[in-house]
Protein backbone atom coordinates (compact mmCIF):
# COMPACT_ATOMS: atom_id res chain seq x y z
CA UNK A 1 0.00 0.00 0.00
CA UNK A 2 1.29 3.86 -1.06
CA UNK A 3 1.68 6.42 1.38
CA UNK A 4 -1.81 7.68 0.04
CA UNK A 5 -3.61 4.70 0.79
CA UNK A 6 -3.98 3.38 -2.20
CA UNK A 7 -3.20 -0.17 -3.46
CA UNK A 8 -0.11 -0.47 -5.96
CA UNK A 9 0.33 -3.97 -7.81
CA UNK A 10 3.45 -5.74 -6.81
CA UNK A 11 4.02 -7.03 -10.59
CA UNK A 12 3.21 -5.37 -13.86
CA UNK A 13 1.19 -7.55 -16.02
CA UNK A 14 3.46 -9.47 -18.62
CA UNK A 15 4.22 -7.65 -21.87
CA UNK A 16 3.92 -9.76 -25.44
CA UNK A 17 5.70 -9.31 -28.35
CA UNK A 18 2.24 -8.05 -29.62
CA UNK A 19 2.01 -5.51 -27.07
CA UNK A 20 5.59 -4.30 -27.34
CA UNK A 21 5.09 -3.75 -31.41
CA UNK A 22 1.86 -2.11 -31.78
CA UNK A 23 1.82 1.67 -31.33
CA UNK A 24 -1.28 2.59 -28.92
CA UNK A 25 -2.78 5.80 -28.86
CA UNK A 26 -2.95 6.03 -25.40
CA UNK A 27 -1.38 3.94 -22.37
CA UNK A 28 -4.81 2.57 -20.92
CA UNK A 29 -4.80 0.80 -24.41
CA UNK A 30 -1.55 -1.10 -23.84
CA UNK A 31 -3.32 -2.10 -20.47
CA UNK A 32 -6.45 -3.34 -22.08
CA UNK A 33 -4.30 -5.20 -24.80
CA UNK A 34 -2.09 -6.92 -21.41
CA UNK A 35 -5.25 -8.25 -19.77
CA UNK A 36 -6.36 -9.57 -23.15
CA UNK A 37 -3.18 -11.38 -23.28
CA UNK A 38 -3.43 -12.12 -19.89
CA UNK A 39 -6.79 -14.06 -20.05
CA UNK A 40 -5.74 -15.67 -23.82
CA UNK A 41 -8.10 -13.18 -25.66
CA UNK A 42 -7.10 -12.87 -29.31
CA UNK A 43 -7.24 -8.84 -30.32
CA UNK A 44 -6.60 -6.78 -33.04
CA UNK A 45 -5.35 -3.62 -32.77
CA UNK A 46 -7.74 -0.91 -34.41
CA UNK A 47 -8.12 -3.50 -37.75
CA UNK A 48 -11.11 -1.89 -39.22
CA UNK A 49 -11.91 1.87 -40.25
CA UNK A 50 -16.04 2.17 -40.01
CA UNK A 51 -17.48 5.58 -42.34
CA UNK A 52 -19.72 7.21 -40.22
CA UNK A 53 -20.39 10.36 -42.65
CA UNK A 54 -20.29 11.24 -46.16
CA UNK A 55 -20.41 14.41 -47.98
CA UNK A 56 -23.39 15.39 -50.71
CA UNK A 57 -21.49 13.42 -53.35
CA UNK A 58 -21.08 10.82 -51.27
CA UNK A 59 -16.97 11.17 -50.23
CA UNK A 60 -16.20 10.33 -47.00
CA UNK A 61 -15.60 12.46 -44.12
CA UNK A 62 -15.71 11.01 -40.89
CA UNK A 63 -14.55 7.74 -39.83
CA UNK A 64 -14.32 6.05 -36.74
CA UNK A 65 -11.79 2.87 -35.85
CA UNK A 66 -12.76 0.78 -32.56
CA UNK A 67 -9.75 0.17 -30.36
CA UNK A 68 -9.70 -3.59 -30.18
CA UNK A 69 -11.55 -6.51 -32.63
CA UNK A 70 -11.92 -10.22 -30.61
CA UNK A 71 -12.68 -12.54 -33.73
CA UNK A 72 -13.63 -15.29 -31.22
CA UNK A 73 -16.02 -13.20 -29.94
CA UNK A 74 -17.14 -11.22 -33.11
CA UNK A 75 -17.10 -8.25 -30.93
CA UNK A 76 -15.44 -4.36 -31.37
CA UNK A 77 -14.46 -2.37 -28.48
CA UNK A 78 -13.99 0.96 -27.92
CA UNK A 79 -12.05 2.15 -24.72
CA UNK A 80 -12.79 5.73 -22.98
CA UNK A 81 -11.05 7.59 -20.36
CA UNK A 82 -12.35 10.11 -18.28
Known amino acids: MTDAGIDTPHEELP ?10 AHPSERVAAQILDF ?3 RWEYEPTTF ?7 GAVIASF ?6 S ?8 TTL
Do not use: G, M, N, Q
Not at 17 to 22: I, L, M, N, W
Not at 51 to 56: G, N, Q, R, V
Not at 72 to 79: A, G, N, P, T
Open 39 to 41: YRI
Open 51 to 57: PIEWDAH
Open 72 to 79: DFDVYIEL
Open 65 to 70: SPDFYL
Open 15 to 24: VSDKVASTAF
